[in-house]
């Protein structure tokens, strides 16, 4: 075999390695949510995304539609639509940062169901009486991580908890 062709196929495999990270690149440029902005009509939205799968009316009279990737999806398209069916905001609900917001002792269950939807998976803990809910999503759109909200039983904001997803961990799952 001729030294000659290892540096064509190695220029060759660069090539292709450069156009596959690019090809995913603009892959992750079309996410539903990056597709619109403020302005766009409802119309368009559902036209384009199918009809929200959740909406809730919010208290200043706007809607909020969602879009989940349920089950073991770690996506939601979230957009807020005047009552005129004019998009006032449009994002991926599921990121550390939004739910950083929630306010612990403040919100409810309805509050972190109208911003995040319903939960991927619920459960309870009879020995402290609270309610989980679990919200699956990708940190820095490359962790596999679970979300936990924990409600007592009128239904208020306890705690939350941020931890690797257990069916995407390869440290469980590799046993």
Same mark, same amino acid.
């Given at each position: 075999?001729? !030294?000659?062709?290892?540096?064509?196929?190695?220029?060759?495999?660069?090539?292709?390695?450069? =156009?596959?990270? =690019?090809?995913?690149? #603009?892959?992750?440029?079309?996410?539903?949510?990056?597709?619109?902005?403020?302005?766009?009509?409802?119309?368009? #939205?559902?036209?384009?995304?199918?009809?929200?799968?959740?909406?809730?009316?919010?208290?200043?009279?706007?809607?909020?539609?969602?879009?989940?990737? !349920?089950?073991?999806?770690?996506?939601?398209?979230? =957009?807020?639509?005047?009552?005129?069916?004019?998009?006032?905001?449009?994002?991926?609900?599921?990121?550390?940062?939004?739910?950083?917001?929630?306010?612990?002792?403040?919100?409810?269950?309805?509050?972190?169901?109208?911003?995040?939807? $319903?939960?991927?998976?619920?459960?309870?803990?009879?020995?402290?009486?609270?309610?989980?809910?679990?919200?699956?999503?990708?940190?820095?759109?490359?962790?596999?991580? $679970?979300?936990?909200?924990?409600?007592?039983?009128?239904?208020? $904001?306890?705690?939350?908890?941020?931890?690797?997803?257990?069916?995407?961990?390869?440290?469980?799952?590799?046993?």
């Amino acid at each position: 075999m001729s !030294h000659s062709r290892l540096p064509q196929a190695r220029t060759i495999t660069r090539s292709l390695m450069l =156009a596959s990270a =690019a090809a995913l690149l #603009l892959a992750g440029c079309a996410n539903p949510w990056q597709r619109f902005q403020a302005g766009a009509s409802q119309s368009d #939205l559902v036209a384009k995304l199918g009809p929200p799968k959740e909406v809730y009316t919010l208290p200043d009279g706007n809607k909020r539609l969602l879009w989940p990737t !349920h089950p073991f999806g770690e996506t939601t398209t979230a =957009a807020v639509v005047n009552p005129a069916g004019v998009v006032v905001n449009i994002e991926q609900a599921l990121t550390a940062e939004n739910f950083a917001q929630a306010q612990i002792g403040v919100w409810t269950q309805q509050d972190v169901q109208t911003r995040f939807g $319903l939960p991927e998976e619920t459960g309870y803990f009879a020995g402290v009486k609270l309610t989980v809910w679990s919200y699956r999503y990708l940190q820095s759109n490359y962790w596999y991580m $679970l979300y936990n909200f924990y409600f007592d039983d009128k239904g208020i $904001l306890r705690t939350t908890q941020n931890m690797v997803d257990p069916l995407r961990d390869p440290t469980i799952n590799a046993m």
